[in-house]
């Protein structure tokens, strides 16, 4: 039976918002014949999230050992999947009822794309939800579009902790690079240069706004400058380098 894996980075005190994704994808309606997996590895040297992981029947757990980071730490998770296709989850997210069959069912009808991008909404602390604007169409993204809205905003056009990618061209790219920011903006950028992709006009999954948000500590603005340097770097050289990924992903 094809299989989805969905990959998720688990850090910090977030036992519990790590069961809701947990719980998330346990009310997950799969087209028929699709099974999933639901791989979970831990960044740090602690097993605080094993139990927790456990308890799900699909889900398989590991441990670094030591803290990588998101980069390092979903790149030893990718080295686990058994999945055709790889949908990455947030251990704070939630990916909704019909949202990998979204994605599974954009792959099917569209076996030129290598990677699927689902709309968000905002999840308040107080339960409500705002739309994520999306700056880019529903539908067949061409390679270089991304990076082209990219590099004229200094923002992607479409939400990278979204996708559901191709597990064989995700591993080919060599998955997340290794930047202290942007990681996954990184990797958007990556595919979306060399191969098309399809953003779905339905909302999919929920992205959770809370305090303990990487992206809201006092030192990420730090080093998200040289990593957005990265980024676009990696813009301009697939584009002078003429590469294209051809054929169904």
């Known amino acids: 039976m094809p299989l989805v894996s969905v990959l998720t980075a688990a850090h910090g005190e977030r036992a519990d918002l790590l069961v809701a994704a947990g719980n998330s994808l346990a009310g997950q309606e799969l087209p028929a014949g699709w099974e999933l997996e639901w791989v979970v590895q831990e960044d740090g040297d602690g097993r605080r999230f094993a139990e927790a992981v456990e308890r799900?029947?699909?889900?398989?757990?590991?441990?670094?050992?030591?803290?990588?980071?998101p980069a390092g730490t979903r790149n030893l998770a990718l080295a686990r999947v058994r999945g055709e296709l790889v949908h990455v989850l947030d251990s704070d997210d939630l990916v909704l009822p019909g949202g990998l069959a979204v994605a599974i069912a954009a792959f099917a009808a569209h076996p030129e794309v290598h990677w699927v991008c689902g709309?968000?909404?905002d999840l308040l602390p107080d339960g409500t939800r705002v739309a994520v604007a999306s700056h880019l169409p529903p539908g067949l993204i061409e390679?270089?579009?991304?990076?082209?809205?990219?590099?004229?905003?200094?923002?992607?056009?479409?939400?990278?902790?979204?996708?559901?990618?191709?597990?064989?061209?995700?591993?080919?790219?060599?998955?997340?690079a290794a930047l202290p920011r942007s990681e996954d903006t990184s990797l958007l950028i990556a595919v979306a240069e060399l191969a098309p992709g399809w953003l779905t006009p339905e909302i999919t999954w929920l992205y959770r706004k809370h305090g303990g948000q990487i992206t809201g500590g006092a030192?990420?603005?730090?080093?998200?400058?040289?990593?957005?340097?990265?980024?676009?770097?990696?813009?301009?050289?697939?584009?002078?380098?003429?590469l294209r990924l051809e054929g169904e992903a």
């Not at 799900?56 to 980071?69: D, I, P, Q």
């Not at 030192?219 to 040289?226: E, F, G, K, N």
């Open 56 to 69: 799900f029947s699909f889900a398989r757990y590991a441990g670094n050992g030591e803290r990588l980071g």
């Open 119 to 121: 709309q968000a909404d």
């Open 143 to 176: 390679p270089g579009m991304v990076g082209d809205y990219l590099t004229r905003y200094e923002m992607p056009p479409i939400h990278p902790a979204g996708l559901t990618l191709s597990t064989r061209t995700t591993r080919a790219l060599g998955g997340w």
């Open 219 to 242: 030192d990420y603005p730090t080093l998200r400058p040289v990593s957005w340097t990265a980024v676009r770097q990696r813009i301009i050289a697939l584009r002078e380098s003429g």
